[in-house]
């Protein structure tokens, strides 16, 4: 059974950082492209940053570019999202996802993940 558990939630004060943390099991942790994504009340999830199996390759949302990094441990089976300069408009319930490698469609959609964590709360406050 595949198992994604986030953690590193919480409330931060603007400007401030969080490190979210993603840890799977149930899978070939090394086998998969990892996503995080966020939905915050009344809209839909929306992609926020994805890395490929070898963290070769990251992706991000124009509005976390050089706020946020990605970045994986896979003999610790972790995906991490790094937050910096955190803003109101990033609280959301975040969460990861997982996507076996060299599977079609893009990274940037919801639709191309097989697998979701329960989310972990992040609440910026101004």
């Known amino acids: 059974q595949v198992q994604l558990v986030e953690s590193g939630g919480g409330l931060v004060q603007a400007g401030g950082s969080l490190r979210l943390s993603c840890t799977a099991s149930?899978?070939?942790?090394?086998?998969?492209?990892m996503g995080w994504f966020r939905q915050a009340p009344g809209k839909e999830r929306e992609f926020v940053a994805a890395?490929?199996?070898?963290?070769?390759?990251?992706y991000y949302t124009d509005s976390v570019k050089g706020r946020f990094t990605i970045s994986r441990d896979n003999a610790k089976n972790t995906v991490y999202l790094q937050m910096n300069s955190l803003k109101p408009e990033d609280t959301a319930v975040y969460y990861c996802?997982?996507?076996?490698?060299?599977?079609?469609?893009?990274?940037?959609?919801?639709?191309?993940?097989?697998?979701w964590g329960q989310g972990t709360q992040v609440t910026v406050s101004s």
């Open positions: 149930g899978r070939i942790f090394s086998s998969d492209d």
């Open positions: 890395i490929t199996w070898s963290g070769g390759n990251s």
């Open positions: 996802a997982a996507r076996p490698r060299y599977s079609g469609g893009s990274h940037y959609s919801r639709s191309s993940y097989d697998y």
